[in-house]
């Protein structure tokens, strides 16, 4: 158990759909990524908050959303869900850049 | 855009040999590399770190080492075991002027496949 906890682990939705992946946090760590797995393009950054606050940005699409609530978890909201977004998600929690651990992700398949 | 690659994508190695995983970056600025593990189902597993201002770096079974000059990072894998078969990926941290925003860039991979 890396103590990065991702919800739920397999989500199975229809094009068009919304989707909401949760995240919890390791204990004591501020920052939290999203990362997208998909076969063609590997482990693709999303992006990163840090205590509640945006920090960095990668490859998310405009359909895509994010936020870290005060209690640090944080949610990665999908939108009109296309087949291309079948993926894994995963989010990771440091201190700093430093202790970078992954949760063992959420399996998204949109049919 | 600046990207993490690696020079293999499979490789097969005997139990008991020794394995080493090869992976070239782009980004001279790049100050720190970490070498994950990632088993079928599972997220990547830390395996080890290495900053910028080292050459090499030893673990327990594994050693990175870091090439600045060509760009090149390698994993090796003393006494390769059944259970170290999996997806091996390398990954920078990459900085700017504003310094690190804390993301990686991650290779696309190589999968170890370790014969009994």
């Known amino acids: 158990d890396s103590g990065v906890t991702q919800t739920p682990k397999h989500l199975i939705t229809a094009t068009g759909q919304r989707v909401t992946l949760r995240c919890s946090p390791r204990?004591?760590?501020?920052?939290v990524y999203w990362y997208q797995q998909s076969l063609d393009q590997g482990l693709q950054f999303l992006i990163h908050y840090y205590n509640g606050e945006e920090r960095a940005k990668g490859n998310i699409l405009e359909r895509f959303s994010a936020q870290q609530f005060p209690d640090l978890h944080s949610e990665l909201n999908l939108s009109s869900l296309e087949l291309g977004d079948s993926a894994l998600y995963f989010c990771a929690s440091s201190v700093g850049i430093f202790g970078y651990t992954f949760g063992s992700g959420t399996r998204l398949t949109v049919v | 855009g600046e990207s993490v690659g690696l020079h293999l994508p499979t490789l097969s190695v005997q139990e008991g040999d020794n394995s080493i995983i090869n992976c070239a970056y782009s980004n001279s600025a790049s100050d720190y590399f970490i070498w994950y593990k990632q088993e079928s189902g599972k997220g990547p597993q830390f395996i080890i770190d290495?900053?910028?201002?080292?050459d090499k770096r030893q673990g327990q079974r594994v050693t990175v080492l870091l090439n600045k000059t060509v760009k090149h990072l390698s994993l090796q894998i003393a006494a390769t075991q059944p259970g170290d078969s999996a997806v091996y990926f390398c990954?920078?941290?990459?900085?700017?002027?504003?310094?690190?925003?804390?993301?990686?860039?991650f290779g696309k991979g190589t999968k170890l496949s370790v014969k009994p």
């Open positions: 990954a920078e941290n990459p900085t700017s002027t504003r310094g690190s925003q804390g993301n990686l860039i």
């Open positions: 290495i900053r910028s201002n080292m």
């Open positions: 204990s004591g760590d501020l920052s």
